[in-house]
């Protein structure tokens, strides 16, 4: 919950995985977002033994750099969507 409306959440992935993307996915979601370039499934979070993975299909930003395929850290920032400030 963003009480601020900063534009930011944090979140806490369970073991295992983490499917993202917008609540009319005709897929199940774990973590349903809207806005702007949101796609229905749009990147899946794998957490192995307290370590992320994250494999995007849609626009995701990591600590500012388009990524695709890659892993996340504790105190990263991750952008998904194509809106953001």
């Not at 749009?42 to 994250?54: A, G, R, Y």
């Amino acid at each position: 919950m963003d009480s601020l409306f900063s534009g930011r959440a944090r979140y806490m992935f369970e073991t295992g995985k983490t499917t993202i993307g917008r609540k009319d996915a005709t897929t199940v979601i774990n973590l349903c977002l809207g806005g702007a370039g949101v796609d229905m499934v749009h990147c899946e979070v794998t957490n192995s033994e307290n370590t992320l993975f994250m494999k995007a299909t849609g626009t995701v930003l990591v600590n500012g750099v388009q990524e695709y395929d890659c892993a996340i850290h504790h105190g990263d920032v991750v952008v998904i969507g194509s809106t953001h400030t």
